[in-house]
């Protein structure tokens, strides 16, 4: 072999050393692009699969008052809606001046604050006097104007619901009340309409309540499961609210009803138990035996409650204890109310 000839293959060998050495590189290369791919295809996988299983665990709200704020600091983007709801109950009357935003995504109601005031006693106190009742609607009225800004009032919707306290009166007194009602919203500058008064029955009264509990709780719109019971005690009746999730929960067709939620209807269990309500029940116990008794003196009082007034339908009933001498004595109330038992 030649000189000439070893010198060329010496340059090329280098040459040779150095072209595989790129091609191992680039095949490196090749293989860790191709693993990068590869994990985030699974990563990506376990993400939907992970979104499709537990989506009914991740509240709709989630990010919403941060992107909102977002949205109104770059993009100017920000709907305030208000509402104003009056609550007539049997023992006062409530005005809820609520203050939402639209979310930028999906549009949901979001809630920013709220305004809460009442006065006392209950609208079905003045079934005789539907104008002082009025007054104290008129009132809180006054409180909803102040916590809303007044180029919105024209926009703002304004109901106003009675519970169980006017659905005790007869119904010719009911109605003057309503009727007084209707005429002092006609005078507001709030959005009102045909429907924006009335009567709600039981159903309603148990669904709203079992609604905004699970609103306020983050669980409206989750697996129906996981949704909280509501009991409502009132003055003048006992709501008790439940999801109906088990066979035993839809035996009671009756009973069964649709709320409506962001996700769907969700089907819920709720009744009414009129009369059952705090006040109603304390004086269907002090005037056992006799409707027309608002006065009771007996042994059988709680001293907690001795001497107390309490308004029930614009009466005062009073409750009056009559301490009893008896050494070493224990009084056991029976079912019959407030017959006692005496044991020494």
Not at 100 to 114: A, N, P, Q, R, T
Not at 291 to 297: I, P, Q, R, S, Y
Request: with cysteine; charged share 20%.
């Amino acid at each position: 072999m030649s000189n000439s000839e070893l010198r060329r293959r010496k340059l090329k060998e280098p040459s040779e050393r150095g072209n595989a050495r790129k091609r191992k590189a680039k095949g490196v290369r090749s293989s860790s692009i191709q693993t990068s791919l590869l994990c985030l295809i699974i990563s990506g996988t376990l993400l939907t699969l992970f979104l499709v299983l537990y989506t009914d665990q991740i509240p709709w709200y989630a990010g919403n008052r941060h992107l909102d704020q977002l949205a109104k600091q770059f993009l100017g983007y920000h709907k305030p809606v208000y509402a104003v709801v009056i609550d007539a109950g049997s023992t006062g009357s409530r005005v809820l001046a609520y203050t939402f935003h639209e979310s930028y995504l999906g549009g949901y109601l979001v809630l920013d604050k709220e305004l809460f005031e009442y006065n006392k006693p209950g609208l079905s106190s003045f079934a005789k006097e539907p104008q002082k009742g009025v007054e104290k609607i008129a009132d809180l009225l006054e409180k909803a104007k102040k916590e809303i800004p007044k180029e919105y009032w024209n926009q703002t919707p304004l109901i106003l619901k009675a519970t169980a306290g006017l659905r005790l009166l007869p119904a010719e007194q009911a109605d003057n009340l309503l009727d007084a009602v209707r005429n002092l919203f006609k005078k507001t500058p709030f959005l009102t309409n045909d429907k924006s008064i009335e009567i709600m029955d039981g159903t309603d009264e148990g669904i709203f309540s079992w609604f905004t509990v699970n609103f306020l709780l983050n669980k409206i719109n989750l697996n129906p499961a996981q949704t909280v019971a509501a009991l409502d005690l009132g003055g003048g009746s006992t709501q008790v609210t439940f999801s109906a999730v088990t066979p035993s929960s839809f035996k009671d067709k009756e009973n069964i009803h649709e709320a409506l939620a962001p996700s769907g209807p969700i089907p819920v269990f709720t009744h009414s138990y009129l009369g059952l309500g705090l006040m109603a029940a304390r004086k269907a116990v002090i005037s056992y035996q006799n409707a027309d008794t608002f006065n009771v003196t007996c042994e059988c009082v709680n001293p907690v409650v001795r001497n107390k007034k309490f308004h029930y339908h614009g009466k005062l009933c009073h409750l009056f204890f009559r301490y009893l001498n008896i050494p070493q004595c224990t009084i056991i109330m029976c079912t019959d109310y407030f017959r006692p038992r005496l044991f020494k």
